[in-house]
């Protein structure tokens, strides 16, 4: 019989990486709001910039939560083929949660929708929502913490565009969404967008959009380009740090990613991060070696 994979090791890990993704920016994201501080011209939208700077300064040096919304928790967990045999993955990151929420600690913020109630340690039915993926030829095991805040949460969007309405169709869905949004998802924002494949689908690519690193640009030099091009268009909304008004300051990048669609469908799903763009990764290989790759472990 196949051994199966330490879990205590699993569960410490994730707990850790809740920590930093609470109370750590990754330091793409840091430097992104530092320079957009030192570009922005508006005085109210830099006076926001500056405290939030200090603000995330301030929980890194403290070890306390950056914002008072620690977020929903939701996993995304990649599973090297070669990696040792994992068994109950879920429980183990549902106790990795409840830990969490006691030991950072983090707000609970897992509630029952239909009777209400607040189970306390941010687990409930299908929270924490956990997302897997397999990896060809990998010998380790790859988890991202992704507490979800719900103010940039309650902005996302989606369309499901008839066909011809094409690029001009999506362009114009992404603007009007973060036009939509405003100033409530606490910009400056991240924004994911998922085109194709179906209602979920769009959403699905969109939000897993939010993982990857400001600045980096999608693969086809056409998406990336599209990436450039709403980036440009939705600071020129004005909108600005905070909503308070700023020619460089209402988003840190715009990501794409697409799936082949149905001849009658061409959904479109919008994604959007607050500045507090809470995500930790970490990889995890057979020797019980763990590798932090969004933070450094003290």
Request: hydrophobic content about 35%; proline content about 6%.
């Amino acid at each position: 019989m196949t051994e199966t994979f330490d879990n205590n090791l699993i569960e410490d890990t994730t707990v850790k990486l809740l920590k930093f993704a609470a109370t750590q920016l990754p330091n793409d994201v840091s430097e992104a709001l530092k320079k957009m501080y030192e570009a922005e011209t508006k005085p109210t939208s830099k006076a926001a910039l500056k405290t939030i700077v200090e603000n995330f300064g301030i929980a890194e040096e403290t070890s306390t939560p950056m914002c008072q919304d620690t977020g929903i928790h939701i996993y995304y967990v990649n599973i090297g083929e070669n990696f040792p045999k994992v068994v109950g993955i879920e429980e183990t990151l549902r106790k990795a949660s409840a830990r969490a929420t006691k030991e950072v600690p983090m707000r609970p913020n897992a509630v029952n929708p239909i009777v209400g109630g607040n189970s306390g340690d941010n687990t409930g039915r299908h929270i924490p929502f956990i997302n897997y993926d397999f990896i060809p030829g990998a010998d380790y095991l790859e988890i991202t913490a992704f507490p979800k805040g719900g103010g940039s949460e309650n902005m996302c969007a989606l369309a499901m565009l008839k066909p011809g309405q094409g690029i001009k169709g999506i362009k114009k869905f992404v603007i009007d969404s973060i036009m939509n949004a405003g100033g409530q998802p606490c910009p400056p924002v991240i924004v994911g967008v998922g085109i194709g494949g179906g209602a979920d689908i769009a959403l699905k690519l969109g939000k897993k959009q939010l993982m990857r690193p400001l600045g980096q640009r999608h693969s086809d030099p056409k998406i990336a380009q599209l990436e450039e091009d709403l980036l440009k268009a939705i600071n020129m909304t004005g909108f600005g740090s905070m909503g308070l008004g700023g020619d460089v300051s209402t988003a840190l990048d715009v990501k794409i990613e697409y799936a082949h669609r149905h001849p009658a469908s061409l959904p479109v799903g919008v994604t959007i991060q607050c500045w507090a763009a809470r995500r930790a990764t970490c990889r995890i290989y057979p020797d019980k070696r763990v590798e932090f790759l969004t933070h450094k472990e003290a």
